[in-house]
């Protein structure tokens, strides 16, 4: 079954310091990854996408098909980096039926 | 300049009364979709619309049914809440690629209590 797993719930990091939150997702086809973030009060948006093998605020995430994993990391967190990572599926070319992960708070203190 | 808009935030409604929930776009996407997402768990797709295609997800429960009277609204119409179905109610849009998942744009959510 398609699966997408965050094993963290919160991840806390003071300003500086490297982050990494952790995905991992079971799908018998060719996956389309993606990170989405959600900052305090406002809606769910796209951070990232593995296809675009671009860096979006200082971060990055590199698909690892072998270890079906798509961590996204950062080399020197920032308070406002602090927020409601989101991990998902994409189902199929053409459409955004995502599966979701169910999130990782990341919490960077001063 | 809010794409994906959805009203009201906030939804009080009684155990069994059905509630609707309005969600509208300016983006012109052709595909609108429904997500539940209930505390602390991840958002999950209940349906969504290719035009006026209406596509179920197999477990999405009989109570929940959707419309789509044009291209810029969808409805969310829960017949019969249960004290279950107290949630945060995402739509989100995407332009159809033939290709590869385009973005998908979210609003900002309607949160559901039911008493």
């Known amino acids: 079954a398609q699966r997408v797993t965050q094993p963290e719930k919160l991840l806390s990091v003071f300003k500086g310091a490297p982050v990494e939150l952790k995905c991992n997702y079971s799908?018998?086809?060719?996956?389309?990854l993606f990170w989405y973030v959600q900052y305090s009060r406002q809606r769910l948006q796209l951070l990232l996408r593995?296809?675009s093998r671009e860096s979006i605020k200082g971060f990055t995430a590199d698909l690892n098909k072998g270890e079906t994993s798509f961590h996204l990391k950062k080399p020197f967190a920032q308070e406002e980096d602090s927020a409601m990572y989101y991990c998902?599926?994409?189902?199929?070319?053409?459409?955004?039926?995502?599966?979701f992960g169910a999130g990782t708070r990341l919490a960077v203190h001063p | 300049d809010a794409m994906v808009i959805q009203n009201p935030r906030y939804q009080v409604t009684q155990f069994g009364k059905p509630v609707t929930l309005s969600c509208s776009q300016t983006l012109n996407h052709n595909v609108m979709y429904w997500y539940q997402q209930k505390s602390s768990q991840a958002p999950k797709l209940l349906f969504h619309y290719y035009d006026k295609d209406f596509n179920n997800e197999a477990d999405t429960p009989d109570n929940f049914q959707s419309r789509r009277p044009n291209t810029s609204f969808c409805f969310l119409d829960i017949r019969s809440p249960g004290l279950g179905d107290a949630a945060m109610y995402l739509c989100?849009?995407?332009?159809?690629?033939?290709?590869?998942?385009?973005?998908?744009?979210f609003g900002q959510g309607t949160r559901l209590t039911v008493v």
């Open positions: 989100a849009t995407s332009r159809d690629s033939a290709q590869v998942n385009t973005e998908a744009f």
């Open positions: 799908y018998s086809g060719s996956p389309e």
């Open positions: 998902a599926l994409g189902e199929g070319g053409g459409y955004n039926k995502l599966i």
């Open positions: 593995h296809i």
